[in-house]
């Protein structure tokens, strides 16, 4: 009996390898994999859409062992399905919050066109400022009370796309 689950396991390990083998040796297109996305045909770019599916990527639809991480330790909001991140980090006891956005996979940052970043809690309007490599900050004694938030984004543009008033839970993302 073990011998028979010892086979029918490499049987399995060995398809699911082919197959990886497979997707993996031909440039991919996330216009291909189902995202409005396209990469360029550039070499470089195709090898890292290979790298960044055999770890699991959502448009190309590899689930296993795929989970985004807040390179900052904050709270995670996806945008548009696979488009962006944003991550909001906030400390209470300066009274600080700061907004990060990352591509799809929270690995590498972005840098947005746009010079502030307004946020709308209930009344409260938060006007987060860019600085030069792109982070919103804000620093407010109004900051140092918000443990739990629900908010909007009133204007947000990422490579073209809008998200207007999508919302943002904080802490605990989407």
């Given at each position: 009996m073990k011998y028979i689950a010892l086979i029918t396991c490499l049987f399995i390990f060995a398809s699911c390898k082919d197959e990886q083998t497979t997707k993996t040796s031909e440039p991919i297109s996330r216009a291909e994999a189902g995202s409005k996305k396209d990469l360029s045909n550039s070499k470089k770019e195709a090898e890292?859409?290979?790298?960044?599916?055999?770890?699991?990527?959502?448009?190309?639809?590899v689930k296993e062992s795929f989970e985004l991480k807040a390179p900052n330790g904050g709270a995670l909001m996806k945008l548009g399905g696979d488009a962006a991140v944003m991550e909001i980090v906030i400390d209470h006891k300066d009274g600080?919050?700061?907004?990060?956005?990352?591509?799809?996979?929270?690995?590498?940052q972005l840098k947005l066109d746009q010079a502030q970043l307004d946020l709308q809690i209930n009344t409260i309007n938060l006007t987060l400022k860019a600085d030069e490599k792109g982070v919103f900050r804000l620093k407010s004694d109004i900051i140092k009370g918000l443990k739990k938030f629900e908010a909007t984004v009133d204007k947000l543009e990422i490579d073209g796309l809008p998200f207007d008033g999508v919302p943002v839970y904080y802490p605990e993302g989407n």
């Open positions: 890292k859409a290979d790298k960044d599916c055999e770890v699991g990527c959502p448009s190309c639809g600080a919050m700061t907004v990060y956005f990352y591509d799809g996979l929270a690995k590498e």
